[in-house]
């Protein structure tokens, strides 16, 4: 295992857990609520809608833009960052690495939309666990997955991504989906944690 696999590893994880911490913030405030619109704008398919209330608007206004703050700041930074951190990094103005965060984060949010789909034709109410036993798991799985999946695959569209980088933010990015999901669940703006 290479120093550069686990410093990608790690700033991936720790550049989308603090846009994680904003987009939380940013959900409970006043503000955040005034574009609550959700994001499917009421269309049914089926009679069903397709994402659903939880996927709204507000969810897109901050956690990208803060994406591309964090991986400017760590990125563009990383000179003051320890060097074995640092050097594997990838050589990035830190513009680039703002884009690259910005298109992350837009991949967090979009990542979660085809599950929300999914759930809804299944009859998933959002936020809510499904009442058939057999596909409990299944959601469960799906819902600490998906946008971690769909970071890793907007992030290997655009830069060098190893496989063992992938490893690594697989292994501990679901657990820290699942934080995030619990801290939100906490601060009631989640209906279940998990």
Not at 97 to 103: E, N, Q, S
Request: glycine share 10%.
């Amino acid at each position: 295992m290479s120093q550069e696999t686990l410093a990608r590893a790690a700033f991936l994880l720790i550049a989308m857990s603090l846009a994680g911490a904003a987009h939380v913030l940013w959900l409970r405030t006043a503000l955040s609520r005034r574009f609550g619109w959700p994001v499917d704008a009421g269309l049914t398919l089926r009679g069903r809608r397709l994402f659903g209330d939880n996927k709204r608007v507000c969810g897109f206004m901050v956690l990208p833009p803060m994406a591309a703050l964090t991986f400017m700041l760590l990125g563009g930074g990383r000179d003051a960052l320890p060097a074995f951190f640092a050097a594997g990094l990838w050589p990035l103005s830190a513009a680039q690495y703002a884009g690259l965060g910005l298109a992350c984060g837009f991949a967090f949010m979009l990542a979660e939309l085809p599950n929300s789909f999914l759930k809804r034709q299944l009859g998933v109410a959002p936020g809510q666990a499904p009442a058939q036993p057999w596909l409990r798991p299944l959601v469960l799985v799906m819902d600490r997955l998906d946008s971690v999946l769909g970071v890793l695959l907007a992030l290997s569209l655009l830069v060098p991504v190893p496989a063992a980088t992938w490893f690594w933010v697989l292994a501990f990015g679901p657990a820290v989906h699942a934080a995030f999901s619990i801290a939100m669940h906490t601060l009631g703006i989640k209906a279940r944690a998990l």
